[in-house]
């Protein structure tokens, strides 16, 4: 009771089922956004890696890769050209895990854990960069 005035239980419930109705529809409409975000923000990250990332990525390989070439060890992946580095990380990646032979070391196992934009990326970061002397 308002004011002295009694409301009709139709008005309660019609008020009450308008009410839920409204609050699904903004519900419905934040999952929309929050869909519309992520989806966005995969897209974005699907066409570029940051710098900062393939740098971290670029990590795990200077491990064996030194920034110069020694004879006879393991060679050094910057200043190849990006074809030739994206090839052969490629034909690595291609090899059964399983199937690996000592011509191929631990690399075919290693890629398994890359997809083709950090592979790309990868080959891109370290063509870009000079051999140290």
């Known amino acids: ?3 002295g005035r009694r409301e009709s239980p139709w008005i ?3 008020f009450l ?3 839920g109705i409204l609050a699904m529809l903004c519900a419905a409409l934040v ?3 929050a869909y519309q975000s992520a989806s966005e923000a995969a897209n974005a990250a699907s066409t570029d890696l940051r710098t900062q ?9 200077v491990t064996c890769h030194a920034p110069m070439s020694e004879a006879g060890g ?11 580095l994206l090839g052969r990380l490629r034909a690595f990646k291609a ?3 399983a199937k690996a032979d000592a011509s191929s070391t631990i690399m075919p196992l290693l890629l398994q854990g890359f997809d083709d934009l950090q592979i790309k990326a990868l080959a ?3 063509s870009s960069r000079k051999e140290a002397r």
């Open 12 to 14: 309660t419930d019609t």
């Open 74 to 84: 393991i060679p050094t992946l910057q200043g190849r050209s990006a074809a030739d």
């Open 31 to 33: 999952l929309v956004f």
């Open 53 to 61: 990332d393939v740098s971290v990525l670029a990590a795990t390989c």
């Open 95 to 97: 090899i059964a895990p």
């Open 124 to 126: 891109q970061w370290f």
């Open 17 to 19: 089922q308008l009410r």
């Open 1 to 3: 009771m308002r004011h």
